[in-house]
């Protein structure tokens, strides 16, 4: 089980485990890069109501290596919904724990945690974590949390240009970027409806890349010569 802080396990009443049941408690061990491969062997103390206790523990070190970039542009919505049933509260700064927690595990989540669709805000992510080898692609939020779905082509519009007014040559944001527009089509025509949408969101895009082109005020020029 996932250790959660003692004192959330308090303030829930789970601080305790009945006589005669178990819990079993999960470790991650991480071994440092320059580790050579093999097994090793450790031991876990526990202290228990003053009373030391020893518990072997082992670890198998591969020879092997993972690279560091990810390459493969996971879809993993973070729901606070869902987030908030499970920790009992829900927060930014927690929604932002998850969110570091996969990179870490390099799990790709869909996007960033916004607290608003301000496009600055967005734009602000994009550029903190864009070099970041765990983040391979992000989508464009368009509610609180990182939801999937384009609903707002004109906000769409907005943050792309602001991706690309912010884009150097050698770095252009948009290079991780990707759009979701639906997924789990059911029956009452929403497959149809996904294919219209699709070819909505083609069309706006290609209008957007020609106005892009024609701009000539320099505000893509570093965005234009990727």
């Known amino acids: 089980d996932a250790l959660i802080p003692y004192e959330t396990a308090l303030e829930y009443g789970e601080n305790c485990v009945e006589k005669g049941d178990n819990q079993g408690i999960w470790i991650c061990f991480s071994a440092p890069k320059e580790a050579k491969s093999g097994r090793y062997?450790?031991?876990?103390e526990v202290d228990l109501d003053g009373e030391l206790f020893g518990i072997s523990a082992s670890v198998q070190?591969?020879?092997?290596?993972?690279?560091?970039?990810?390459?493969?542009?996971?879809?993993?919505?973070?729901?606070?919904?869902?987030i908030e049933l499970g920790e009992g509260k829900m927060s930014e700064e927690l929604i932002w724990k998850y969110f570091h927690f996969f990179l870490d595990y390099r799990i790709n989540p869909y996007t960033f945690p916004v607290r608003t669709l301000e496009v600055n805000e967005f734009a602000d992510c994009v550029e903190k974590y864009?070099?970041?080898?765990?983040?391979?692609?992000?989508?464009?939020?368009q509610q609180w949390g990182g939801g999937a779905g384009v609903f707002d082509f004109e906000k769409l519009k907005e943050q792309i240009r602001e991706l690309a007014r912010r884009s150097k040559r050698g770095r252009n944001l948009l290079d991780k970027a990707f759009i979701k527009n639906g997924d789990e089509p059911e029956?009452?025509?929403?497959?149809?409806?996904?294919i219209d949408y699709e070819h909505e969101t083609k069309e706006v895009l290609t209008a957007l890349a020609d106005e892009i082109n024609a701009d000539t005020s320099g505000a893509y020029d570093g965005f234009k010569t990727n």
């Not at 062997?41 to 876990?44: A, L, Q, T, V, Y």
């Not at 591969?62 to 560091?68: A, T």
């Not at 029956?187 to 996904?194: F, G, Q, V």
């Open 61 to 82: 070190v591969l020879s092997c290596e993972v690279p560091d970039k990810v390459r493969m542009q996971t879809l993993f919505i973070m729901r606070e919904r869902f």
């Open 187 to 194: 029956d009452n025509k929403m497959i149809e409806k996904l």
């Open 41 to 44: 062997e450790g031991k876990i």
């Open 130 to 141: 864009f070099d970041n080898p765990s983040l391979a692609g992000y989508g464009f939020p």
